[in-house]
């Protein structure tokens, strides 16, 4: 065994401290646009505190947890508070709490539904869909073809009906991850219905889950999907975490043969923390809290625009969910001399240059989810607009805009976090919102 010359763990541990220290105390101050992020809330956080994260729990086949008991009682969260509340708001008959991420998700889901040299059909990434999903098909065997659109931002459902008749596939896996506009999951099923074939479809919506949850979107399932899922953490203000749900029984469980053979421990904190804030989520009106998302990713945009710097696809109204994509270009800045200013004036954001219909232009890839879970919404939105403008065209010390976006940080409180017990405050560390959040 090799060891660092001059390795010094209690300085490595004391600056670790420290990081941990100025993230948590950063991120207080600061507003974050990224839409594939959220802010679990404090109580939601609670189960990464306790013995719970140490422990297995496997409720398939030992309900009373007789092969690992110390997780007994913690597992009561997952059998008694998440699955049936996830059950309850995704309309489904089964549901695995398994998968600890999205990506994780998509894997056990492909695992389950396809055998190594069947055909799957998934979203083109020049119309949105996730970089990994025909790399990942391809190391389990697949061979993988893409749909795609007349534009970016819709597809070609007739060309999607002729693919699927042409090439039989065992599965459309509808994957967007880079999009404006959700598809129209029930149209999508009616093309890949509309070939005759056997094919399976399943809608990935871990970028919209929050606005699928929160019924601004359609369920997936009453569109027509056989099965959905996705990440607990970009729309929906969870942990990161996923699940899949089915109301088929033989999907479910072909879903559960194959999250046994991958996955051992799922963290089972993880699957308590879902449960907590599914019961906010619950509890908080969810469906404002979705409209309240894509009202506020609206406002910001129109006031974007306003000021001179127009998010994409102004003709089609910039967005239908959280997102928002901005080309600064136009204004004489880079993206990334944006990103570095914004991020200056304690508000993050994405750059990247992969989006659909952008040429390859770096790009600000912006989402609301985040900034109204933490109490924003759209009447904050001009302000935060100046803001921005002001950082972005660095036409205001960065100091002075850090120090008014903090102080809009700390002049709001969230309505979607439920007010507990000081006790658990105690054990947080950090006070808990209110449920009735104050302007």
């Not at 459902?157 to 404006?180: E, F, N």
């Not at 109204?372 to 759209?378: F, I």
């Given at each position: 065994m090799t060891r660092e010359p001059g390795m010094d763990a209690t300085r490595l541990l004391d600056e670790a401290l420290r990081d941990l220290t100025t993230q948590h105390t950063t991120a207080q101050r600061t507003i974050t646009l990224i839409p594939?992020?959220?802010?679990?809330?404090?109580?939601?956080?609670?189960?990464?505190?306790?013995?719970?994260?140490?422990?297995?729990?496997?409720?398939?086949?030992?309900?009373?947890?007789?092969?690992f008991p110390a997780g007994r009682?913690?597992?009561?969260?997952?059998?008694?508070?998440?699955?049936?509340?996830?059950?309850?708001?995704?309309?489904?008959?089964?549901?695995?709490?398994?998968?600890?991420?999205?990506?994780?998700?998509?894997?056990?889901?492909?695992?389950?539904?396809t055998r190594p040299g069947q055909t799957i059909i998934t979203i083109d990434p020049r119309s949105g869909g996730h970089y990994a999903t025909a790399s990942l098909a391809r190391r389990l065997g697949?061979?993988?073809?893409?749909?795609?659109?007349?534009?970016?931002?819709?597809?070609?459902?007739?060309?999607?009906?002729?693919?699927?008749?042409?090439?039989?596939?065992?599965?459309?896996?509808?994957?967007?991850?880079?999009?404006?506009?959700?598809?129209?999951?029930?149209?999508?099923?009616?093309?890949v219905r509309a070939a005759g074939t056997a094919t399976r479809v399943h809608a990935d919506v871990s970028h919209t889950m929050g606005l699928v949850l929160g019924s601004y979107l359609p369920n997936p399932l009453a569109a027509g999907a056989d099965?959905?899922?996705?990440?607990?953490?970009?729309t929906f203000p969870g942990p990161p975490k996923a699940f899949?749900?089915?109301n088929i029984p033989h999907i479910a469980a072909a879903i559960s043969d194959?999250?046994?053979?991958?996955?051992?421990?799922?963290?089972?904190?993880?699957?308590?923390s879902l449960g907590l804030a599914l019961a906010e989520f619950t509890l908080t009106d969810g469906p404002r809290y979705a409209r309240t998302?894509?009202?506020?990713?609206?406002?910001?945009?129109?006031?974007?625009?306003?000021?001179?710097?127009?998010?994409?696809?102004?003709d089609l109204g910039y967005t239908g969910c959280h997102q928002l994509w901005l080309d600064t270009t136009p204004a004489g800045i880079d993206a990334r001399t944006a990103a570095v200013r914004l991020d200056a004036a304690g508000i993050h954001v994405n750059v990247l240059d992969?989006?659909?219909?952008?040429?390859?232009?770096?790009?600000?890839?912006?989402?609301?989810?985040?900034?109204?879970?933490?109490?924003?919404?759209?009447?904050?939105?001009?302000?935060?607009?100046?803001?921005?403008?002001?950082?972005?065209?660095?036409?205001?010390?960065?100091?002075?805009?850090?120090?008014?976006?903090?102080?809009?940080?700390?002049?709001?409180?969230?309505?979607?976090?439920?007010?507990?017990?000081?006790?658990?405050a105690t054990i947080l560390g950090t006070p808990l919102a209110a449920s009735a959040g104050t302007r």
């Open positions: 594939s992020e959220n802010a679990c809330s404090p109580l939601a956080q609670l189960p990464y505190l306790t013995d719970a994260l140490n422990r297995y729990f496997f409720a398939d086949g030992d309900p009373d947890a007789r092969r009682t913690a597992g009561r969260i997952e059998t008694q508070l998440t699955v049936p509340l996830l059950r309850h708001l995704t309309a489904a008959d089964h549901v695995n709490v398994r998968p600890l991420s999205g990506l994780h998700a998509m894997t056990v889901l492909l695992s389950a539904l697949l061979r993988c073809l893409h749909a795609a659109g007349p534009t970016p931002h819709h597809l070609d459902l007739d060309a999607l009906t002729a693919l699927t008749a042409r090439h039989q596939p065992a599965l459309v896996y509808l994957d967007v991850s880079h999009g404006l506009f959700p598809l129209d999951i029930a149209a999508v099923v009616a093309a099965s959905f899922g996705g990440s607990t953490h970009k899949l749900a089915t194959a999250q046994y053979e991958m996955i051992s421990s799922h963290h089972l904190a993880g699957v308590c998302v894509v009202a506020t990713a609206k406002v910001l945009a129109a006031a974007l625009a306003a000021a001179g710097l127009p998010p994409h696809a102004a992969d989006l659909p219909g952008l040429a390859g232009t770096p790009t600000l890839r912006l989402g609301t989810a985040e900034a109204v879970t933490c109490g924003l919404d759209p009447d904050d939105m001009p302000y935060l607009a100046a803001l921005m403008t002001a950082a972005i065209r660095a036409t205001r010390p960065t100091t002075a805009i850090a120090a008014d976006v903090a102080a809009l940080r700390a002049a709001r409180t969230s309505r979607y976090r439920l007010s507990a017990d000081p006790a658990l």
